[in-house]
């Protein structure tokens, strides 16, 4: 199978179409995580479907389910049952490097935690992905500063994590998230240990996003925090409750 079977890179728009069809589909999805004789159901038979370019936000309370979503999306856990499709492709039949190139190179993953190493720069950190992906040094330290230029932050790119805010320190791990160029984005909590001011830019920078075209995922127990999506999931208790087009 191709790399490009697994998600199409879309570099000349002109040549390569997006997909027509969803990007996510899950369909029975099941999660059964055992501890010795003792088996909780984290899933319980999920179908969700998520378009190209939607901005969508799962919202649920501790344990609902939610981050099994997104581990399962993000192709960093399996289904006991049921079926995932990314871009038409069951992620099940997909190999381990497949799965790699999978998560490398067409996801982009922001986190509650930044997950930034202290001893390194805004820069180095930001690309550290292309590093493992075997980019040249010079387009890697290229592409780093126009990613944290994206994300307003092109006047640190030599600060450490520790001399950064703690808002300033999530735009670098989305400006981390950007560099490899994907198509969706899983972000996960990511504001969930900032203040009010450092959650409005991060979310203003997920709209920009959004509006350049991004798949975007949301993962968070804030209603606030969603009501900025397109569109809300409601979990709970590993079953999708409802969900809610926005304006």
């Known amino acids: 199978m191709s790399d490009a079977s ?6 000349d728009e002109e040549t390569e179409p997006r997909p027509t069809g969803p990007v996510i589909q899950l369909r ?22 998520i378009a190209d370019g939607e901005y969508v936000a799962v919202v649920g309370p501790s344990g609902s389910g ?15 049952s049921g079926e995932y499709l990314l871009a038409g492709e069951n992620v099940e039949e997909l190999d381990e490097i497949e799965l790699a190139a999978v998560r490398g190179r067409r996801i982009g993953f922001v986190f509650q935690q930044f997950h930034l190493l202290p001893s390194l720069s805004a820069w180095r950190n930001v690309e550290l992905p292309l590093v493992y992906a075997g980019v040249h040094r010079d387009e890697r330290r290229e592409r780093a500063v126009e990613a944290l230029t994206k994300v307003g932050l092109g006047d640190r790119i030599d ?3 520790g001399e950064l805010s703690g808002g300033q320190q999530q735009r670098v ?14 972000a996960d909590e990511p504001t969930g240990n900032l203040d009010s001011r450092s959650t409005e830019d991060v979310l203003a920078l997920f709209d920009e996003l959004h509006e350049a075209g991004r798949t ?16 809300i999931v409601q979990v709970r208790d590993g079953l999708i409750q409802s969900e809610e087009v926005l304006a």
């Open 216 to 231: 975007i995922v949301l993962i968070t127990h804030e209603h606030d925090v969603a009501a900025r999506s397109r569109r």
């Open 173 to 186: 791990a989305v400006a981390r998230a950007l560099v490899g160029e994907p198509t969706m984005i899983l």
């Open 66 to 80: 939610k981050s099994t979503i997104m581990n399962v999306l993000g192709c960093l856990d399996t289904l006991t």
């Open 28 to 49: 029975g999805a099941r999660k059964t995580y055992k501890s010795g004789s003792i088996e909780f159901e984290a899933l319980r038979g999920i179908d969700l479907s």
């Open 6 to 11: 697994v998600w199409p890179v879309f570099e």
């Open 159 to 161: 600060n450490r994590p």
